[in-house]
């Protein structure tokens, strides 16, 4: 059983799942993670793969700011994954509430409500950076117990 | 036969934004659709009271990151309007290249989404291939990827000089050669035709009624874009609508991507047409009065309502954006399909969730 | 703005359909705070690229007729006003009881900065 867990830790290391969620970001955000994935950037190479369920995911990459609304989204995709998980927040807007801070809607970083292991600044991060805050994450994701 | 009801989002693969609609089905197919939106709310109109008029260009841009400078535009030119600024000749030009590559860029995006929407990934990451090289433009000539950030009030911030008017040039060459080379899949494709073509039927008539716009409204078979108005320098160029006439998904596909070819035709010729001088003048005084003014975005017409009082800080700055708008038009294209062929419908008018809420 | 047509509570449901007789567009709608009781509510409508414009200016606190069922596509909007506004619209075809964008967590009726509405959010007290 031992040799058996071993091995998914590692296959999950070396091929990490990723699920992108969109929290109220302007898009820039978003098409730059989509950017992430397509041939010029192609972080499959690092044996990534967007999934679109929270139950196969590893890392959870999110972009912009938290409203009253999508918050419940992201706090039941976060439980849903298993652990460990790596939550890398993305952009000004994940970070803090960017540009939008003040507007009534906005209650600001994604930190508010769920722990975030990596912060990728930027308006938008350019996608070097994003794949760089993802391998960021990766080497957290070796180094953490299993939940 | 039993209804179910299908909760459709708010994450799903397919689109890179929360949208949630509820679907009542029969079987397998859908009977009615109510949309659940604010997801992506932020009450961005609202930042008028804490910013500036000038310092709000950074929040249109940011209203959507996917036509960015369009919306920039939008809101100095109504600013521009209701100051009584005139601005110079090249700027015009300058926004009209800059508002083209957005477009190209846009639309390609589209047509990626749009085939991945239907499983059909190589085409999908062929196209945000090909995108790749105008994102190299905008940082080349504005300085970021995404949000090229170029226009103010009276004019643009940068110049293009002759030597980075031609390097766009060939990038646009190149990236037309390749849309070109996509026409035979997007087009004439067995499988394409086959998931496009007569699904999500919007008629003429209810295009109209349903107050549908752009490639929405094109796609069945109404001329009508925004750029006809001449704002920004589009009055001095050739400029025809591109319609279709089916008013189907296949025939929204085909508007979006001969406009693509169109936009680089639109840049190309506004280059050549470049007149020389400055790109700016100075801008005195507060905004005062209300103004209502258009633009055409990649995903149709876009409307700024401003009202200003003499002060630095804007009375009230509305904003109605095309997504907003072509709503109630895929309410009425759902219907009557089967689930399989949701997200292609959804995605046949271009959504674009953080626009429609902001 | 140009052409600007001042329309009453009674009279606004009658000059859309006239609007929507001679064959204009549903652009959109705008609401405008002008003091600390009342509002301006813009209909705008378009026809061949041109642009029309019904105004109403209304108290906070009178529900208005809707007009969607003359334009559906008024309904996002209508139900957008309800939530920033806290105005009621009377007759809307779909009412999301002004929970459009805001949940009960957000602030009322954020875009009246003079006064909050008394409208209390339906679901809540
Ligand atoms: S960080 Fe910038 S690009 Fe990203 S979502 Fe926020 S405003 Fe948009």
Same mark, same amino acid.
């Given at each position: 059983m031992d040799i058996l867990k071993k091995l998914t830790r590692k296959s999950r290391i070396k091929s990490p799942w990723l699920l992108h969620f969109d929290c109220?970001?302007?898009n820039g955000c978003d098409i730059e993670v989509l950017a992430c994935l397509?041939?010029?950037?192609?972080?499959?190479?690092?044996g990534i793969i967007n999934v679109g369920n929270p139950k196969h995911a590893d890392l959870l990459l999110v972009t912009g700011t938290v409203n009253h609304r999508n918050k419940k989204v992201l706090v039941n995709l976060a439980e849903q994954m298993p652990e460990p998980k790596i939550v890398v927040a993305l952009g000004s807007c994940g970070l803090s509430?960017?540009?939008?801070?003040?507007?009534?809607n906005v209650i600001g970083g994604v930190d508010k409500i769920i722990p975030v292991d990596v912060y990728v600044p930027g308006c938008p991060p350019k996608p070097e950076a994003i794949i760089d805050g993802v391998v960021t994450g990766l080497e957290k994701f070796s180094k953490k117990k299993d939940g | 036969m039993a209804r179910t009801i299908i909760p459709f989002g708010?994450?799903?693969?397919?689109?890179?934004e929360p949208i949630h609609l509820k679907l009542v089905l029969e079987d397998e197919i859908v009977k009615e659709v109510v949309p659940a939106l604010g997801?992506?709310? $932020?009450?961005?109109?609202?930042?008028a009271d804490v910013r500036d008029f000038h310092q709000m260009i950074q929040i249109c841009e940011r209203v959507?990151?996917?036509c960015s400078t369009i919306h920039a535009q939008c809101y100095c030119q109504g600013i521009e309007e209701l100051m009584g600024i005139e601005i110079p000749d090249r700027a015009r030009f300058l926004r009209v290249i800059w508002a083209e590559i957005h477009r190209v860029q846009s639309h390609l995006l589209w047509l990626g989404l749009f085939a991945d929407a239907f499983g059909f990934e190589s085409l999908f990451m062929q196209c945000w291939k090909i995108r790749e090289k105008i994102m190299d433009i905008n940082e080349a000539?504005?300085?970021? $990827?995404?949000?090229?950030?170029?226009?103010?009030?009276?004019?643009?911030k940068r110049d293009m000089n002759p030597d980075m008017a031609q390097w766009v040039l060939t990038q646009l060459d190149l990236v037309e050669k390749e849309v070109n080379h996509l026409e035979k899949v997007l087009l004439n494709d067995y499988t394409v035709k086959k998931r496009?073509? =007569?699904?999500g039927v919007l008629t003429r008539e209810k295009a109209m009624e349903l107050g549908a716009v752009g490639p929405t409204l094109r796609g069945s078979?109404?001329?009508?874009?925004?750029r006809q108005i001449g704002y920004a320098a589009y009055g001095e160029l050739a400029h025809r609508p591109v319609v279709g006439i089916d008013g189907d998904a296949y025939s929204r596909n085909r508007v979006r991507f001969l406009e693509t070819l169109q936009a680089i035709a639109l840049v190309r010729e506004a280059v050549s047409k470049l007149?020389? =001088?400055?790109i700016s003048v100075k801008v005195k005084g507060k905004p005062e009065g209300e103004v209502v003014t258009r633009v055409e975005q990649p995903r149709g017409e876009l409307m700024y309502y401003i009202k200003g009082n003499? =002060?630095?800080?804007?009375?009230r700055l509305r904003i109605r954006t095309p997504t907003f708008a072509n709503i109630p038009p895929l309410l009425s294209m759902l219907?009557?399909?089967?689930l399989a062929d949701v997200p292609v419908i959804v995605l046949s008018i271009d959504p674009c969730i953080s626009c429609t809420e902001r | 703005m140009k052409e600007v047509i001042s329309t009453t509570k009674g009279t606004v449901v009658s000059k859309t359909v006239d609007m929507k007789k001679d064959g204009y567009r549903f652009v959109t709608m705008s609401c405008v705070e002008l003091d600390a009781d009342t509002v301006d509510i813009l209909y705008h409508f378009d026809r061949d690229l041109h642009l029309k414009h019904l105004r109403l200016t209304i108290q906070k606190k009178e529900a208005v007729p809707s007009v969607s069922l003359v334009y559906f596509a008024a309904f996002l909007v209508e139900n957008e006003i309800q939530d920033q506004f806290g105005i009621r619209f009377d007759g !809307?075809? !779909?009412?999301y009881e002004r929970t459009l964008y805001l949940e009960k967590e957000a602030p009322d009726a954020?875009?009246?900065?003079?006064s909050v509405s008394r409208d209390v959010k339906s679901g809540e007290d």
């Open positions: 109220g970001s302007c397509t041939p010029v950037y192609d972080i499959e190479r690092f509430g960017g540009v939008f801070r003040e507007a009534y | 708010p994450q799903h693969q397919v689109f890179p997801y992506v709310h $932020r009450g961005l109109e609202m930042l959507c990151g996917i000539t504005g300085g970021n $990827r995404v949000n090229p950030s170029i226009n103010i009030i009276g004019g643009v496009t073509v =007569g699904k078979g109404v001329e009508q874009d925004i007149p020389a =001088g400055d003499g =002060g630095k800080n804007l009375d219907p009557g399909i089967e | !809307l075809v !779909l009412d954020p875009y009246c900065r003079i």
